[in-house]
């Protein structure tokens, strides 16, 4: 039993997290009714799947790269711009829409990718630069109105139809995307390559893994992501947003932290990304069903979001420690004072 | 960023010295490749703009400075974070706005009170994030964030009914044109000269630089890291309230909807000016001419017809190529 969680989450009591964050989500949802004075039906279970599929893979996305010990902040800009993108050019055949943004998406992350590994710039300034421009080029794109609407109502209502009461495609899509990262990260050498990008990147050149590359797939795998989950999104509300905002930022931060991936790089999961933002959507439910205002969202997942970033400071932790040895050898200190 | 070796930072002071012989401001300001982008861009916006019909007028020379005024008072905030090592703060444009808010309210006091109000409620706030940054080493970028989404729900609170409105009409005093210029631009020519004597008159300022060039060393030389990078922040936070103070002024109210732009515009504008993103370098009247390059390109694309999304598009870029010259510089400084 511990193996196998050892195996799933990694190792260490902040391995805990993720589980615990799951169970909170569990829990939640169980209790979701103190909050509608109804029974919990079978479609409280879809808004929850429906919600993942908005988020989850804005989650993973900027999780994965922060594993690697690198930052996306672009993946909103692509969220938003393969939205139009996909809407635009897939009003007839919405498929060909999606591949079109796949495909400058990708090529996008790839580019942005190599210029990271190549000249080893800092991912952060570059990204929010991309960030910026991308958002820029989204409303210049959808004509500078706040949304580009989706006519091909067939398809809207496809990618939201019940499958098996709870699913829809759309968050069978996104539970698969999930599934088959797990399992390429876990059945390959690329999961432990990953992390040890994270964890030491020196290292990892010595000891032979190809570094460039690797970050070059990575930063073209999280755009890929985004682009599939903003045209899934627009194409779910029949609308693309050109200003996604900063909230799908917040809360895709907020999923991958509480899923345990350390903002210093080197650790996280793909099963505990899945947690973090499943307990990130439980919550959002939770205040979706019990009429919470918007502003109140906002602050939840700013405190939520704040509170992980103090956590994963590097800092904060070493001070912990610190605090806690020398608290260890003033008590082992004062017996040996009194002989 | 780190330091060249003592004895190749020998060879460049020899080579500086050699340099500064010779004479023509230009030539000194064309060695440093920071200031690459602020003449392309000069040059481009002179060609432009005089295709630009109604380019180079009073009126429009008056509309580029009143905007230079807010986007260059936030800016010089994110100067002081970018210089002592806090990267930026994406919740400049919500600092500003809600400090605005909290400007208009409590203008039933005074202009000054007001002022003063929103001054210190920003420059509390940043601050303490200033202080979790220096102390424990937060991610900038992600706080500021979680703070952004705080601040929104703050704001939306206090203009949850109605939009904020003044509660008196002490606030036009920061509308008046002296001189026929607007206030905002005395105050951010007077609030440029005081920031820049705190970053090179005072011990503080030495120390934000001590800091941002490499807080690691800063560590080990027992310099106060977190309470350097928390004044650093107190400062910025108090310069993005009084940014926020003239737009609210000016509008008659403030909202967040254009909080994500004040940011944009505000880390564009430093950047641009030739401060570094890495920490260490920089400097106030950089932060000033870049502002105005902002400005001024904002004011060339809306008289060119181009809306909110193209300009988004252009300072993104601006601000990617301004990183990635930056990058090639300290490589080279290093090597």
């Known amino acids: ?339 | 960023m780190t330091r060249a070796a003592p004895e190749q930072s020998a060879s460049v002071t020899v080579e500086r010295n050699a340099d500064d012989r010779l004479p023509g401001l230009l030539r000194t300001g064309l060695r440093d490749p920071g200031n690459w982008v602020l003449f392309a861009v000069l040059v481009v916006a002179i060609i432009v703009g005089a295709s630009t019909p109604r380019f180079f007028t009073i009126e429009n020379a008056k509309a580029i400075c009143a905007s230079t005024g807010t986007i260059g008072i936030a800016a010089l905030g994110v100067t002081l974070i970018m210089v002592c090592g806090g990267l930026a703060s994406l919740a400049v444009g919500e600092t500003a706005a809600v400090s605005g808010m909290v400007f208009l309210t409590m203008l039933g006091h005074g202009l000054v009170p007001a002022l003063l109000a929103a001054t210190l409620a920003a420059a509390v706030v940043t601050g303490i994030q200033g202080w979790v940054i220096g102390a424990w080493r937060a991610n900038p970028i992600i706080l500021t964030i979680a703070v952004g989404s705080i601040l929104t729900a703050v704001g939306a609170r206090m203009s949850s009914t109605k939009a904020v409105a003044p509660a008196s009409e002490a606030f036009e005093h920061l509308n008046k044109t002296p001189l026929g210029v607007p206030v905002v631009v005395f105050a951010l020519l007077g609030l440029t000269v005081l920031v820049q004597l705190l970053m090179s008159g005072t011990r503080l300022g030495r120390l934000m630089y001590a800091v941002g060039e490499n807080r690691a060393a800063a560590v080990a030389a027992g310099l106060p890291v977190a309470w350097t990078v928390a004044c650093g922040f107190v400062v910025a936070g108090a310069l993005m309230a009084i940014s926020g103070a003239f737009s609210a002024a000016s509008s008659h109210t403030i909202t967040l909807e254009g909080a994500n732009q004040l940011t944009f515009n505000a880390i564009a504008a430093v950047l641009a000016g030739g401060t570094s993103i890495a920490g260490g370098f920089g400097s106030a009247t950089r932060t000033l001419f870049g502002a105005l390059m902002i400005a001024t390109i904002s004011d060339l694309l809306l008289l060119r017809g181009a809306e909110v999304g193209t300009q988004t598009l252009v300072k993104g870029l601006l601000v990617l190529v301004v990183v990635l010259l930056g990058h090639v510089r300290s490589r080279r400084s290093r090597t």
């Open chain 1, 1 to 339: 039993m511990k193996r196998a969680l050892a195996l799933l989450l990694g190792r260490g009591w902040s391995s805990l997290i993720p589980l615990a964050a799951f169970v909170a989500a569990v829990v939640g949802f169980v209790s979701l009714p103190v909050f509608t004075d109804r029974p919990l039906e079978i479609y409280d279970l879809f808004n929850l799947f429906e919600a993942y599929a908005q988020i989850g893979l804005i989650t993973l996305g900027f999780g994965l790269v922060v594993i690697a010990g690198e930052f996306d902040l672009s993946i909103i800009g692509i969220f938003a711009l393969s939205g139009v993108i996909a809407v635009q050019s897939g009003q007839h055949h919405p498929f060909l829409g999606v591949l079109l943004a796949l495909v400058i998406g990708c090529v996008f992350g790839a580019l942005q990718g190599l210029l990271i590994a190549r000249f080893r710039i800092p991912s952060m300034p570059v990204t929010l630069a991309t960030y910026i421009a991308l958002l820029g080029l989204t409303r210049v794109i959808g004509h500078n109105q706040p949304s580009v609407s989706f006519e091909n109502i067939d398809t809207t209502l496809w990618v939201q139809e019940p499958v098996l009461q709870v699913f829809s495609p759309r968050s069978l899509v996104v539970l698969g995307l999930f599934a088959l990262t797990a399992l390429v990260l876990g059945l390959t050498r690329w999961g432990r390559e990953l992390r040890a990008l994270g964890g030491d990147r020196k290292a990892s050149r010595t000891s032979g893994i190809p570094v460039d590359r690797r970050l070059v797939a990575l930063f073209a795998a999280s755009s890929a992501l985004a682009v599939v989950g903003g045209s899934l999104a627009a194409f779910n509300t029949g609308a693309a947003i050109t200003d996604p905002g900063a909230a799908p930022l917040t809360l895709g931060a907020a999923g991958a932290l509480i899923g345990g991936v350390a903002l210093t790089g080197g650790r996280g999961s793909v099963v505990g990304i899945f947690a973090g933002t499943m307990s990130i959507v439980t919550l959002q439910q939770i205040f979706i069903v019990s009429g919470a205002e918007e502003s109140f969202t906002d602050l939840t997942f700013g405190l939520v979001l704040l509170f992980f970033v103090a956590v994963n400071a590097p800092d904060a932790r070493n001070g912990f420690v610190r605090l806690r040895a020398r608290r260890r050898t003033s008590t082992s200190a004062a017996p040996k004072g009194r002989t």
